[in-house]
């Protein structure tokens, strides 16, 4: 079975940092192949500006369809799509539009509100409840998520780093949302 895992990081949060580094080495244990999507030339002070968030998002795509133009999709029968923030919106939009649909699975750390207009199948959803990003505690993503089915998984006063101000608590809740990662990777039929 050959598998590819994809992945889509947010602008300022890159392939190596935590969320994207440990579900890599998840997808790589699992005998998934990686894909890194280290986009870059982002607009600066983004949040709460429409108009940047949008070029942003048009940059993102760009990149990624550029970068992942070589990839035979028909050639894999399980596809995991990983992505962070923006990056959500980005592989939302990829694997709606991609022939292989049917066989995209999504990991979605911090997803923006936009990654839910996109169409795709199966999903696990991770959000803080005071992530500044969406919302905060007012925030649509764990509503949105269940309206598509997807299991959404809050982390109590995490940001959108899921990251909170005490480091050991930081560390047990990523402890937790890497196993639910592992669960998820190898929940696929045939693993």
């Not at 982002?42 to 970068?67: L, N, V, Y």
């Not at 608590?169 to 696929?188: G, H, L, S």
Request: aromatic share 10%; hydrophobic share 40%.
């Amino acid at each position: 079975m050959k598998k590819l895992a994809v992945f889509f990081p947010g602008i300022g949060y890159t392939v190596d940092k935590p969320l994207m580094h440990y579900s890599r080495r998840l997808a790589a244990a699992a005998g998934y192949e990686t894909l890194l999507l280290p986009y870059t030339g982002f607009p600066k002070k983004i949040r709460g500006d429409r108009a940047r968030m949008e070029e942003s998002f048009r940059i993102a795509m760009s990149q990624a369809q550029e970068m992942l133009s070589g990839v035979v999709w028909e050639e894999y029968d399980s596809i995991l799509f990983v992505g962070k923030s923006i990056g959500t919106a980005v592989a939302g939009r990829i694997a709606e539009q991609n022939p292989a649909t049917d066989r995209i699975r999504m990991i979605l750390y911090t997803p923006l509100e936009e990654t839910f207009s996109c169409r795709f199948g199966e999903a696990i959803v991770f959000t803080g409840t005071a992530d500044p990003w969406v919302g905060g505690p007012d925030s649509r993503i764990a509503a949105l998520a269940e309206e598509r089915g997807y299991v959404c998984h809050l982390v109590p006063d995490a940001n959108h780093s899921l990251e909170t101000q005490d480091v050991e608590r930081d560390i047990q809740n990523m402890k937790r949302i890497m196993e639910k990662t592992e669960e998820f990777i190898y929940a696929f039929p045939g693993m």
